[in-house]
Every structure is written in structure tokens, then in C-alpha cells.
């Protein structure tokens, strides 16, 4: 079965308040989205790479044989990953991955795609360490069951068929933030791989000075 990985890319990164979007900022010498990309260039059962980028953006990838192609992204996330699908034409089996993770293991993205292949829809997940309550109004409701509860992050894999059912027919303006919502709606079960906690989405500019240190540490061990 092959598999082809999106790398989306496209957001303008209005929350991290930069000029620059976040996953262009350096980290050790290399944008963030070229750290994202090693990882997937080096995961053994990933065929193609296809990146996801904003109109007004380009990237060199010369190095990275596995980078199928470069497809412009859309006004939401679930135009850009659909812009990416498409693209994907051909594969098996779709792994989903945002740019601003450059921390996933090549592990993780390898135990994802498995349990894609065995079930049709998988999700990388890490465990909530805090705890978690539900607000009503401007009161605390109640404290919820944090063992029953996961984050999400990516990648996230699916059979391309699986994939595809899910955006036909979808609004694409409508606020989605992961690929997983929309195989919630089709009723199809979706597996989860536990993750790692340094599996982090570089969102705010704090963020970005931790995954400089987690990336550090790599290197010296």
C-alpha cells in the first residue's frame, strides 16, 4: 500500500504575531517546516511527500527526493487538506500532518500509518495532564475524567476512501481543525496511537523557544 503525507502549511500564523509565518521562523539554523519535512522524508513507509503552502509562499525542497509537489492551500484548513488530497492522487493511504509540528518521531508517523492501513482512520494522541474543567458561564460546571481524555495531534492517517467520503459533500468554509472531526461525522471508528507530549504545535512564541530546546537535546544524545 503506498502512502503519501500532506504537510499543511498554509496558515498565515496570526496568533504567533509575526511577520514571518511560524513555520518559516528559524529553529537551529533551518525553518521549522524543513525540520517537519526530514521526518517524514525519513520515515521508511512514506512514498511521497506533498506540501501544503499559502499563495504567496515557496520552499526549496531539492533535498528531500520523497516531495511529490507543492499545491497552493485554501482559505481554511480543510480547503488546504483538501487541495493536498487531491494532489495525493494514487495513494493508499493519506497521513495528514501540520508543518508547525517539527518534533514527531519518525516512530510516531510509522505506528500511524500501521494502524491506518489495519483500520482505515488513525489519530496520534497524548494523554491530558491537567485537569480539565467545564465552564458554564463564568462558574466552573464540573471536573472532567481526564484518563477518558486525549489530545489530538498528527499525523493523522486514513484510507484514501475514507478520506475522500469524508470531504464529499462538506461545507469548506466551515471551521474544522483536524482531519478526524470529519471521519467522526461518516461514523467511521478511528483508532488511536498514543504520542509523545513533545509532539507540539508551535502556536505562540514561547512555543517556539521550547521546541529549539527539545531539538537541542535530540542532538546531544
Given amino acids: 500500500m503506498t502512502t503519501t503525507a500532506i504537510i499543511v502549511a498554509a496558515g498565515s500564523g496570526s496568533r504567533f504575531k509575526s511577520d514571518t509565518p511560524k513555520q518559516f521562523l528559524e529553529i537551529n539554523g533551518k525553518p521549522v517546516i524543513v525540520h517537519t519535512i526530514e521526518r517524514f522524508q525519513s520515515a521508511p513507509s512514506v512514498d511521497s511527500i506533498v506540501i501544503v503552502l499559502a499563495a504567496d509562499q515557496t520552499l526549496d525542497t531539492s533535498e528531500f527526493p520523497k516531495v511529490l509537489k507543492e499545491v497552493t492551500g485554501g482559505a481554511t484548513r480543510a480547503e488546504s487538506v483538501r487541495n493536498g488530497f487531491e494532489a495525493a492522487e494514487g495513494a493508499d493511504i ?118 529549539e530546546a527539545l531539538l537541542s537535546a535530540e542532538t546531544r544524545y
Fill in 94 to 211: 493519506v497521513a495528514v500532518h501540520d508543518g508547525a509540528r517539527p518534533l514527531v518521531t519518525v516512530d510516531e508517523i510509522e505506528r500511524t500509518i500501521a494502524k491506518a492501513k489495519e483500520t482505515g482512520a488513525a489519530c496520534l494522541v497524548a494523554p491530558v495532564t491537567d485537569t480539565i474543567k467545564s465552564i458554564r458561564g463564568d462558574e466552573i460546571a464540573d471536573t472532567l475524567d481526564r484518563a477518558k481524555l486525549r489530545r489530538a495531534l498528527t499525523p493523522q492517517a486514513f484510507r484514501s476512501e475514507v478520506l475522500r467520503r469524508a470531504f464529499d459533500g462538506i461545507d469548506l468554509t466551515e471551521s474544522v481543525t483536524d482531519e478526524c472531526f470529519l471521519v467522526e461525522k461518516l461514523g467511521h471508528p478511528i483508532a488511536i496511537v498514543e504520542g509523545s507530549s513533545r509532539n507540539i504545535k508551535i502556536t505562540h512564541p514561547e512555543d517556539l523557544v521550547l521546541a
